[in-house]
């Protein structure tokens, strides 16, 4: 027996602001499996990725106080989830471990995420 993903369908209440630039999220699949997966979207449905395509600072290098912030695991949920770096639009989907979906053992009691266009280069050498 296969489980059927849901059609993509957009997630309440779950948009982020950048400057002018809206994005939406869509959801895929069925929270709890394999499959589940939260895609990120601009103002014409295309989507994009939250790592790469938001901006750090959404109201322009002018505000660099204000940053823009992904949230992987929200409050009071256990659920280990985090971006998909291997996957087109890198999309925010459950961790696995051995086949197996990963959990925290409890709720965690604060937004958990990351700050988008702050990944590491590893060719860049430092020369401090």
Not at 15 to 32: I, M, P, T
Not at 36 to 56: M, T
Not at 74 to 86: F, G, Q, Y
Not at 110 to 128: F, I, R, V
Request: charged share 25%.
């Amino acid at each position: 027996r296969h489980a059927r993903a849901a059609a993509p369908r957009r997630a309440q209440a779950s948009a982020a602001s950048a400057g002018s630039q809206a994005f939406a999220v869509s959801v895929a699949g069925e929270k709890g499996t394999e499959s589940f997966r939260l895609f990120y979207e601009d103002g014409a449905g295309k989507r994009v990725s939250p790592w790469h395509d938001i901006p750090l600072y959404p109201a322009g290098k002018e505000n660099p106080e204000v940053l823009s912030f992904i949230c992987e695991i929200p409050k009071e949920t256990k659920a280990k989830m985090e971006v998909a770096t291997d996957e087109l639009a890198t999309p925010i989907k459950q961790d696995t471990k051995k086949g197996k979906l990963r959990d925290y053992p409890y709720n965690i009691h604060w937004n958990y995420g990351m700050l988008p266009q702050t990944w590491e280069d590893p060719s860049h050498k430092n020369e401090a």
